[in-house]
């Protein structure tokens, strides 16, 4: 309700002006943000290991918080993107959550760890645990790439936001 | 719908955008939402992070700060973390307090944590982690933790870099050895963090026994012997014991699980036990025990479940297979407590056929 109203109110700028492909990049970050979040909700203990070998300079007690609440606010988006309601906060929250990857993967590439990202169970798409593709993928290297390319589909999908403000 | 559009044209300058401020205030309210829908969730699941505990987990070098050391070169990022020298002696301290103090020489890793099977049982049984067995190869071989990998603290460097291609480093590894006095669990966890890059290790310091007492597979009342979980063997039944061999040989109750009649019945009144008889269901229906239940050996895992569902797993349950020194009523004791969660079993090392002959006696147990 309160979207269609932002509709209304700035035809030229939101949802009714969202091309195909904007509306196509949007379903897609969803999707990638629900797998994310159901691979880390099967099994917390899991996530808050992976989490623990980042080895970031973080109290342990974040860390858990981060493991218990991180695959909620990724399925929120997620369900909020692919429904279209309140697209602005998930995106603003989906920002957030990649400048936070970016900085961890970034950092355990540069140190050169040798651990998975922790970002998807790829048994889901049906490779194997340990093939060389699953290593590359889950490599700090791979996910920062990766989470470049989501800072900028998200900063994209995020323009009429920034073409308001700079009004 | 809305009468708003007039306020568009002319936003105040320095305020937030009406749709950016909207946006804010929506995404802190998701982020709320998630933070309970996520404590709830990790209350009810068992997979679940624990809050407390893990004073150990600490990281060896605490105060490691952000900054790569160097601008690391980005072409090799999957290079492993482990130290060259894999064969130095680790010199690992006396416990974990030792491994706390943090010396700061010697690459990051994360120091192993103590754990406990009844925290491990649920990932075990899940498959979320490896269990280790720091035990010499006999010792495995003569009985460990279902799914458990064999990898003994003093193996040659080959078998630790066999064990480091399997498992990926970031595999959740929990280690034990024989029991609370055994050093070798937290030895091969420090090791396994230290010298092979594994970032999640734990040891379960009970070891072997600690899973034997809580799966009810050692607690034998009035039993305090070491544990042989060998299998009543035929062989320990020579066919010719029939008449004279009364008195209980001593291989059938070496085993912690195997009791006698006397004791059997016992249990049944006072403990309220029930007398399970393993034996087919043709030859239950030619004669059983009064008041045993009968639940074949060889029933399907519905049956078993039913079972479990009929009694409770509370109940302590007592088996019975045709004669002395027969598997039938070893396996189904084991398999309720195993497989089905039943707190306590027994199998009786003589048979119904010991029980009738001792019925025709007078001096035989009611």
Redesign the interface.
């Known amino acids: 309700m309160?979207d269609?109203?932002?509709q209304?109110?700035?035809p030229s700028?939101?949802g009714s002006e969202e091309g195909r492909g904007a509306r196509a990049l949007r379903w897609a970050l969803a999707a990638l943000l629900i797998w994310a979040a159901l691979s880390k909700?099967?099994?917390?203990?899991?996530?808050?290991?992976?989490l623990?070998?980042y080895?970031?300079?973080v109290p342990?007690?974040l860390l858990?918080?981060a493991?218990?609440?991180?695959?909620?606010?990724e399925?929120?988006?997620g369900l909020?993107l692919l429904s279209g309601w309140?697209t602005?906060?998930?995106?603003?929250?989906v920002a957030?959550l990649v400048t936070v990857f970016l900085l961890a993967t970034g950092?355990a590439?540069?140190?050169?760890?040798?651990?998975?990202c922790?970002c998807f169970d790829l048994r889901l798409v049906g490779l194997p645990?340990?093939s060389a593709a699953t290593?590359f993928l889950e490599?700090?290297?791979a996910a920062f790439l990766r989470n470049l390319l989501l800072a900028a589909v998200t900063v994209w999908l995020l323009r009429?936001?920034w073409r308001?403000?700079q009004? | 719908?809305?009468k708003?559009?007039a306020k568009?044209p002319a936003?105040p300058a320095d305020a937030?955008?009406?749709?950016?401020r909207?946006?804010?205030?929506?995404?802190a309210?998701?982020?709320g939402?998630?933070?309970v829908?996520?404590?709830a969730?990790?209350a009810a699941?068992p997979?679940?992070?624990r809050?407390r505990e893990?004073p150990e987990?600490t990281?060896a070098p605490p105060?490691?700060?952000?900054a790569?050391?160097a601008?690391?070169a980005?072409g090799?990022?999957?290079?492993?973390?482990p130290p060259a020298g894999s064969n130095a002696p680790a010199s690992p301290p006396a416990g974990p307090e030792g491994a706390k103090g943090g010396k700061p020489a010697g690459p990051?890793f994360?120091t192993p944590t103590l754990t406990h099977w009844r925290e491990v049982k649920p990932?075990a049984r899940?498959g979320?982690l490896v269990l280790v067995d720091a035990r010499k190869p006999a010792a495995y071989r003569a009985g460990h933790i279902p799914g458990a990998v064999s990898l003994p603290e003093n193996s040659p460097p080959g078998v630790f870099a066999d064990f480091r291609r399997?498992y990926?480093?970031?595999t959740?590894l929990v280690v034990y050895c024989s029991s609370q006095s055994c050093p070798l669990s937290f030895k091969l966890a420090y090791r396994l963090a230290k010298e092979f890059?594994y970032?999640?290790v734990q040891f379960m310091s009970g070891g072997y026994l600690e899973y034997q007492r809580e799966e009810g597979l050692a607690r034998a009342p009035g039993i305090a012997r070491p544990v042989n979980r060998a299998a009543p063997s035929a062989k320990a039944a020579p066919a010719a014991t029939g008449a004279t061999a009364r008195a209980t040989p001593p291989r059938d109750d070496a085993n912690p699980m195997a009791i006698s009649w006397a004791r059997a019945l016992r249990w049944r009144t006072e403990l309220g036990a029930v007398l399970v008889d393993a034996r087919s269901a043709s030859a239950y229906a030619a004669g059983h025990v009064p008041g045993a239940v009968s639940l074949p050996w060889e029933s399907a895992p519905a049956q078993y479940a039913a079972f479990a569902k009929r009694f409770g797993t509370e109940r302590p349950v007592v088996v019975y297979g045709d004669r002395r020194g027969e598997v039938a009523c070893f396996s189904v004791a084991r398999k309720l407590l195993r497989d089905y969660g039943f707190q306590t079993a027994r199998f009786i090392y003589e048979g119904y056929q010991e029980w009738r002959t001792s019925q025709d006696k007078p001096t035989g147990h009611p």
């Open positions: 309160a269609l109203t932002g209304t109110d700035r700028l939101s909700l099967a099994n917390p203990s899991a996530t808050l290991g992976h623990y070998a080895q970031l300079p342990a007690g858990k918080l493991a218990v609440t991180l695959p909620w606010i399925l929120l988006c909020m309140g602005d906060g998930a995106l603003l929250l957030g950092l590439w540069a140190r050169g760890l040798s651990i998975s922790g645990p340990g290593r490599s700090p290297a009429p936001l308001e403000r009004e | 719908m809305n708003k559009p568009n936003p937030p955008p009406r749709r950016l909207r946006a804010g205030r929506r995404a309210g998701v982020a939402l998630a933070v829908l996520g404590l969730f990790n699941s997979l679940g992070v809050w893990t987990t990281q105060a490691s700060p952000p790569p050391p601008p690391a980005p090799a990022p999957v290079v492993p973390a990051a994360i990932l899940a979320k399997r990926p480093p970031n959740h890059g970032t999640h």
